[in-house]
């Protein structure tokens, strides 16, 4: 529903951001943007209108941080995604946390707390 406003998923894995986008579809979300990378991310958030974000903390040979950083530079929501076995930062330990695999009511509960502010 566009009244909802956008979401940025990075997810390095393509299964993985086509399972997240399924979940978008069966909740009823517009299509999230996507990314694979942090510079693709970067991008994303340079050209369109972002309300939430979904950040892997594992990007391949990257971690997720410097999207993080520019998220909350700009003071837009987010929630890291993992797999596991990643220490996340102290800056960053108030973030929630989505653990894979996901299950739809998580994904639905950390997306609405991003439109509710």
Known sequence: ???????????????IGMLLGDMFEALEYDPPAQASNNFA???ILNSE?????LVDIN?????????????TRRGIQFAFTTGGGTEVP???????????????KDIEAVVESFRQG
Request: aromatic content about 6%.
């Open 90 to 104: 102290e800056a960053y330990r108030h973030i929630d946390v989505v653990t894979k695999p996901f299950r739809l």
């Open 59 to 71: 990007l391949g040979g990257e971690k997720g941080w410097p999207v993080a950083a520019e998220l």
């Open 41 to 43: 991310a970067l991008e």
């Open 1 to 15: 529903m566009s009244d909802k406003g956008r979401i940025l998923v990075v997810e390095d894995d393509v299964l």
């Open 49 to 53: 209108s972002i309300v939430g974000a």
